[in-house]
């Protein structure tokens, strides 16, 4: 099956330091979604994004289907976006596989 | 973005006994929706694919027996964990998507479940 490997897995940064997630998969995806999961387990939905780039607010990402990979671009960061950022693809069958996820502290 | 919702968000059971955790799609109609499970500090695996009037469709080393999917309606699935053991104590969540828009997925809160 597809493998869907995020780097880097940890991260700490400070309070409005600037950071890049990555997600590289191993074939051709129908889709692909950010997800931030915050410390209750929530999985809050960032962007849906099989290729091309999107912004919003302080974050923005970039898909680009042919070199199989998603970049997701956090400015600005603030402690509330502490949390596991996880990348989701979509093979064809609406399932999602879930990257390894990145795991992100900011720190005040 | 569509709502799903998910209930309990905790539970705690005795080895032997069943749980029953309910995923709704409260503003659209979802044919089909799935189920997640995740350990501490994993990512989410996929378990089983709950189909609108029909079988669920689990994945590989998924029991069948032992996670049992009933998707009646276009709005609800249900996960039932039979004979629940510590081992199965984890973090279910479901996801849906609007049947209508085929677009991007949406999850529950996820039930975190232990077997004592």
């Known amino acids: 099956g597809i493998q869907v490997e995020q780097s880097p897995p940890d991260l700490i940064l400070q309070e409005g330091a600037n950071s890049t997630l990555r997600c590289n998969f191993s074939?051709?995806?129908?889709?692909l979604q950010w997800f931030h999961q915050n410390p209750w387990g929530q999985l809050i939905n960032l962007f849906y994004i099989p290729s091309g780039t999107k912004q919003n607010g302080r974050l923005s990402a970039t898909t680009v289907a042919t070199e199989r990979y998603s970049l997701l671009y956090i400015s600005s960061s603030q402690t509330t976006d502490s949390g596991v950022y996880f990348c989701a693809v979509d093979t064809g069958f609406q399932k999602l596989v879930f990257g390894t996820g990145t795991r992100l502290l900011v720190s005040p | 973005g569509a709502v799903v919702s998910q209930h309990p968000s905790r539970v705690i059971c005795k080895s032997g006994t069943s749980v029953k955790i309910e995923c709704r799609s409260l503003?659209?109609?979802?044919?089909?929706m799935f189920w997640y499970r995740q350990f501490p500090k994993q990512s989410l695996m996929l378990m089983a694919t709950s189909n609108e009037g029909s079988k669920a469709t689990y994945e590989q080393g998924v029991e069948k027996d032992k996670f049992l999917i009933n998707h009646a309606s276009l709005t609800l699935s249900t996960l039932t964990v039979t004979s629940a053991h510590p081992e199965d104590s984890s973090f279910y969540i479901c996801?849906?998507?609007?049947?209508?828009?085929?677009?991007?997925?949406?999850f529950g809160q996820g039930t975190r479940l232990t077997v004592v």
């Open positions: 996801s849906a998507r609007d049947a209508a828009q085929n677009t991007e997925a949406f």
């Open positions: 074939d051709s995806v129908n889709n």
């Open positions: 503003d659209f109609q979802a044919t089909t």
